[in-house]
């Protein structure tokens, strides 16, 4: 069974540790790319991510969008969304379907 973590600031990520999810909080981007990178070399299924950092880990994230595993997934923080995780929806949906029916 593959694990799931959440990446971000502190104040956005904590409250996954209540469900039981791995959390790495973390500020810099130069860490969230190490973290990413880590989690994924540790057989990490579902990688959240807040919305800022994967804003400026976008590089880093994008090496792991056409391999399965892991999943790498935006979320919005604490401060609200930027609406990066739902365009990343989007797209998904529009590649799978042909056209966007959201």
Same mark, same amino acid.
């Given at each position: 069974?593959?694990?799931?973590? *959440? *990446?971000?600031?502190?104040? @956005?990520?904590?409250?996954?540790k209540? &469900?039981?999810? =791995?959390?790495?909080a973390c500020?810099? +981007? ?7 990178d880590?989690?994924?070399?540790? +057989?990490?299924?579902?990688i959240?991510?807040?919305?800022? &950092?994967?804003? =400026?880990?976008?590089?880093t #994230?994008?090496?792991?969008?056409? *391999? ?6 935006p #979320?919005p ?12 929806i989007? @797209?998904? *949906? =529009? ?5 966007? #029916?959201?």
């Amino acid at each position: 069974m593959y694990k799931i973590a *959440v *990446v971000g600031d502190k104040n @956005s990520v904590l409250a996954f540790k209540a &469900l039981g999810v =791995e959390v790495k909080a973390c500020y810099t +981007k130069d860490d969230a790319r190490l973290i990413v990178d880590e989690l994924a070399r540790e +057989k990490y299924g579902l990688i959240f991510i807040t919305e800022d &950092l994967a804003q =400026e880990i976008e590089t880093t #994230i994008n090496r792991y969008n056409n *391999v399965t595993i892991p999943a790498i997934v935006p #979320i919005p923080s604490n401060k609200g969304s930027l609406g990066i995780g739902m365009k990343k929806i989007d @797209s998904n *949906v =529009e590649k799978a379907v042909g056209s966007n #029916i959201l």
